[in-house]
């Protein structure tokens, strides 16, 4: 049974000035993700900024997540690292926090094979009893991929990986994934602007970074696909492409925050390797923003 079906937003966590979490922006913003049709949270994953978040830091993210939404949509916890046994300690505590489910992304760094993916995941999966969405995304992980073999061989050989979330970029590499997958797979794509191609080849969704500004139009474009309306859904698609492109054109999530910030969402500061927006790329995002009405 898929952990959700719909739009899940790949949530920021936000920073006061000094650069300690904004607890109190965070739960304005899942109210406002919930309030606005949002099927699911990830939290803590790379537009939750994870990589700058330390150990208790990260756990103490997921575990308000958890408490504050109550239970009213899925939480999805990032829990991945390019160790396994970090990867493992996280993803037992996140269980014990109350996720519904864990995004585990691609080792990075350590560049294994297709074989050293299958026992990480393998290995993560069996230490905990939820659900797992496989993160594959080689755009930041040094090139890594996890091959569609692979993803169907985990998805059927272990119980509870269920699906990935396919930030490659590469629709015809969805294209075969789905050709394979016998059903046994299910695909989010992690590609704003590819959301209804991936749908029309089978995809339960998106996890998105536009959700976090257009939680609305995001939820909007996935429910119309569903209902049949595929029109209405490639209109969404189709006029927000230009916010998207925005959205990424400087490496997620600088844009999205600069974007929150902008609509007073008090997204805060970045965490160092990050800075600012550059002026002339936020002018650009502010005209995007304003064209598909947000501000």
């Not at 049949?228 to 492409?241: N, P, T």
């Amino acid at each position: 049974m898929s952990i959700f079906t719909g739009a899940g937003v790949a949530i920021v966590t936000p920073f006061h000035e000094d650069g300690s979490i904004n607890y109190e922006a965070f739960a304005k913003q899942i109210d406002f993700q919930i309030n606005n049709g949002t099927d699911a949270i990830i939290v803590c994953g790379t537009t939750g900024e994870a990589a700058t978040l330390t150990h208790e830091e990260h756990l103490d993210v997921i575990r308000y997540c958890v408490k504050h939404v109550a239970g009213r949509i899925p939480v999805v916890a990032g829990t991945g690292s390019n160790c396994t046994e970090t990867a493992i300690y996280l993803s037992q505590e996140a269980e014990k926090a109350g996720a519904d489910g864990l995004l585990i992304v691609t080792p990075y760094y350590n560049k294994c094979t297709q074989k050293g993916l299958y026992e990480h995941f393998k290995m993560v999966a069996e230490s905990v009893k939820l659900p797992i969405i496989l993160y594959n995304i080689p755009g930041r992980t040094g090139g890594v991929l996890i091959q569609p073999e692979t993803v169907v061989r985990l998805c059927t050989e272990v119980e509870n990986i269920v699906g990935v979330k396919d930030a490659t970029g590469d629709i015809s590499l969805v294209a075969k994934l789905m050709s394979i997958a016998d059903g046994k797979v299910d695909v989010y794509s992690g590609n704003d602007d590819q959301v209804v191609p991936v749908l029309s080849l089978g995809g339960k969704g998106v996890i998105s970074v536009l959700s976090n500004i257009a939680p609305g139009q995001t939820h909007d474009m996935c429910a119309k696909f569903f209902e049949g309306d595929v029109e209405g859904s490639r209109k969404i698609q189709l006029e927000a492409f230009d916010l998207i492109k925005k959205l990424f054109c400087e490496v997620n999530p600088i844009p999205v925050k600069k974007a929150m910030n902008l609509m007073g969402m008090e997204a805060g500061v970045l965490r160092r390797p990050l800075t600012e927006m550059e002026p002339e790329n936020a002018a650009k995002l502010e005209d995007a923003m304003k064209k598909f009405g947000l501000l």
